[in-house]
């Protein structure tokens, strides 16, 4: 039987910085898939964000990374199966910290991520036929305890202030994590009504898929 998710002691952190740009020579078709790079030696277990062109599976999306080869600047992207992606041209990966935390937060609803279907019916057909097209983007809204020394909202506001992406990363109790990049919208502006809490809210719209891990 499946260990049921709760939605207490969970983690929200927010990046902090990100490491220097470093060349992508290449991602294999494989599973795991596995990148050579330039520069640097990343550490095992680190969260790297890549920007790729060809390979659009992965562009703007964070992994956790396992089996650094130093020897050989390689890194496997943990978990990912990139057998079937297009074909990587080009691009680059940054070392991501995740350095502060939202502590704030008191309820958090996801939307989007619906998929459109293309209609492929022709004059042949009796019944129409649809394929999956390109999904909506997913969107976490969060609503936060109204607190404008917290350090999490401090960082998502200067991020929507910039219009600039972030990586976030969920920890939940049982060791499961889901990381992912994304477009901010805060104003920090209270609300709520009379006699209760006052909150704030905040939206982080994916750019991309999250990437998930168990442990």
Not at 30 to 59: E, F, H, K, R
Not at 66 to 72: L, P, S
Not at 139 to 168: F, H, M, P
Request: aromatic letters at 8%; one cysteine or more.
């Amino acid at each position: 039987m499946a260990t049921p998710q709760i939605w207490s002691n969970v983690g929200i952190v927010i990046q902090s910085a990100l490491g220097s740009t470093q060349v992508i020579d290449s991602i294999s078709k494989a599973n795991p898939g596995v990148l050579a790079y330039q520069g640097a030696d990343p550490t095992n277990g680190a969260y790297i964000l890549l920007t790729v062109q060809g390979m659009t599976q992965v562009d703007g999306r964070v992994f956790r990374i396992a089996n650094v080869n130093a020897g050989a600047n390689t890194l496997e992207l943990e978990g990912e199966n990139t057998t079937s992606y297009d074909t990587f041209a080009s691009g680059t990966m940054q070392v991501v910290t995740f350095g502060t935390t939202l502590s704030v937060a008191t309820d958090l609803q996801a939307s989007g991520g619906e998929f459109e279907f293309i209609d492929v019916t022709t004059i042949h057909d009796t019944v129409r036929k649809q394929i999956p097209g390109p999904a909506s983007p997913a969107v976490y809204t969060l609503e936060n305890l109204w607190d404008v020394s917290d350090a999490g909202l401090i960082a998502l506001k200067a991020a929507s202030d910039a219009k600039a992406q972030r990586c976030v990363r969920f920890n939940f109790s049982t060791g499961q994590k889901l990381v992912f990049n994304g477009y901010i919208g805060a104003t920090l502006l209270p609300t709520g009504n009379a006699q209760d809490k006052v909150v704030t809210s905040a939206a982080i719209t994916m750019f991309g898929k999250p990437s998930v891990y168990s442990t």
